[in-house]
């Protein structure tokens, strides 16, 4: 299994509401990946999670909570989002073997627009 | 710091006809050097990737790369493009070692016309 998994493909939501898009992957990664990517432009870096933990957050506004409830479930909590957060949220894993070499595995992606 | 460079924002090759994309690196060592490709909607898919040793590697879907110390490039090719080849295409680069953040470049999207 070399997928990483990601739901919801397509979301749209009130920036009143309070939502989560969910990664799944069973490649035993132990280190687990959220970008934003939007349209024309090179995924950004957010969050990163190495072995459960919290290891980057890159500035990332609070209405963005990343969870990692285990290693192979990466979850981003999304509560009062503003239209320019529309875009897609991509997940990554990469193993965390010696001299790791940053290789990423992405999933497809969570279309997200903000009304 | 390290940062990648893909000089071309915008390139249209016939179905058939022979591809390169350029990437350009900035970093003091060797780096961990990559190539993914997006179609649109869709995830990244890794085409490749040069880590040491033979400086021409393979990759998925025909596609080779050439790392080149003395010019800091890594360029993508292919010898015949297929319609299915389009889409956008991002080399990255990562330092390695516990460094979790892979650099990527702004992108080159390839048009393939009948």
């Known amino acids: 299994d070399t997928e990483v998994t990601q739901t919801p493909k397509h979301l749209v939501m009130g920036m009143t509401n309070k939502k989560s898009l969910k990664c799944e992957q069973h490649?035993?990664?132990?280190?687990m990946y959220w970008y934003k990517q939007k349209a024309k432009k090179p995924p950004e870096l957010m969050f990163v999670?190495?072995?459960?933990?919290?290891?980057i957050n890159e500035s990332v506004p609070s209405r963005f909570s990343p969870e990692c409830p285990n290693s192979s479930l990466l979850n981003l909590h999304l509560h009062a989002l503003q239209p320019e957060d529309s875009a897609l949220y991509l997940c990554?894993?990469?193993?965390?073997?010696?001299?790791?070499?940053?290789?990423?595995?992405f999933g497809e992606g969570s279309r997200l627009t903000v009304l | 710091a390290q940062s990648v460079t893909q000089p071309d924002i915008h390139i249209t090759v016939s179905e058939g006809a022979s591809l390169e994309l350029r990437c350009n690196y900035s970093?003091?060592?060797?780096?961990?050097l990559f190539w993914y490709v997006q179609s649109p909607g869709q995830g990244l898919q890794l085409l490749l990737k040069y880590f040491s040793g033979d400086t021409l590697v393979q990759g998925i879907k025909g596609f080779e790369a050439e790392f080149k110390r003395s010019q800091s490039s890594f360029n993508l090719r292919k010898p015949s493009v297929h319609w299915s080849d389009a889409a956008e295409y991002f080399c990255a680069v990562n330092r390695g070692g516990s460094n979790y953040k892979l650099t990527f470049g702004k992108g080159t999207l390839l048009t393939v016309n009948p």
């Open positions: 490649m035993g990664h132990r280190a």
């Open positions: 970093y003091g060592a060797t780096p961990y």
């Open positions: 990554a894993s990469s193993p965390l073997t010696s001299g790791n070499t940053g290789e990423l595995f």
């Open positions: 999670y190495s072995y459960e933990k919290l290891s």
